[in-house]
């Protein structure tokens, strides 16, 4: 029997339109992971997986009218996005993402224009960094640190530090411009540095 190639998206697409259960199967393993991550970084773990149930119902409904204008998996990604925004909004009064402003916080100034550090944190070990995230403490205190940190600041880091998403992709996600992205992953990033550099000092979070 002749293996169905759908790694080539038009067989994928044509497979799925005529409801075939095998590129089902396919598409949920190939992206089910990556959706979930994007669901969980907008709208939280705990309602992450039933946000991308959701929305496979949504994927398959809008199939026919996909016009192809961006990848498979882009327009997936997006679909996710949306309902997960929708559904923090109607769980938490969440408010409209691109609606933060950016401003000149000094916190800025220690950062160049593409994310590095001019400054490191106090006391950080360079040549050792694995040393230090291997402190069982430490890496409660990060855990704790991300889970409390503003939806949005929450949402940007998850998918550019953890999940490895670029910014143009995070911007697509969303829906927030460029600028506003690297002021969300600035404030992330220096929230949790502040608790390294606690922790390296004090022993504490």
């Known amino acids: ?44 773990s705990s309602i992450a997986d039933e946000v991308v149930q959701e929305s496979w119902i949504s994927v398959l409904r809008a199939l026919p009218k996909f016009e192809g204008r961006s990848s498979l998996k882009t327009w997936i990604i997006r679909i996710v996005a949306n309902e997960a925004k929708r559904r923090l909004k109607k769980e938490s009064g969440y408010v409209s993402m691109d609606s933060l402003g950016v401003d000149n ?39 704790a640190t991300i889970k409390v940190l503003p939806e949005r600041q929450k949402a940007v880091f998850l998918l550019r530090d953890l999940e490895n998403h670029s910014l143009e992709q995070i911007c697509n996600i969303l829906d927030i411009s460029d600028s506003n992205v690297r002021v969300l992953l600035h404030r992330a990033r220096l929230k949790l540095f502040q608790i390294i550099e606690k922790f390296q000092e004090t022993g504490e979070c």
């Open 105 to 143: 916080d000094s916190f800025l100034e220690r950062f160049d224009s593409k994310g590095h550090w001019i400054r490191p944190p106090a006391n950080w070990d360079l040549a050792t960094p694995e040393e230090i995230l291997e402190e069982k403490q430490l890496k409660c205190c990060i855990d």
């Open 1 to 44: 029997m002749k293996t169905i190639d759908f790694q080539n998206e038009d067989i994928l697409i044509k497979a799925l339109l005529k409801n075939d259960e095998e590129a089902f199967r396919y598409l949920v393993k190939t992206l089910y992971s990556q959706l979930f991550a994007v669901a969980r970084a907008i709208a939280g």
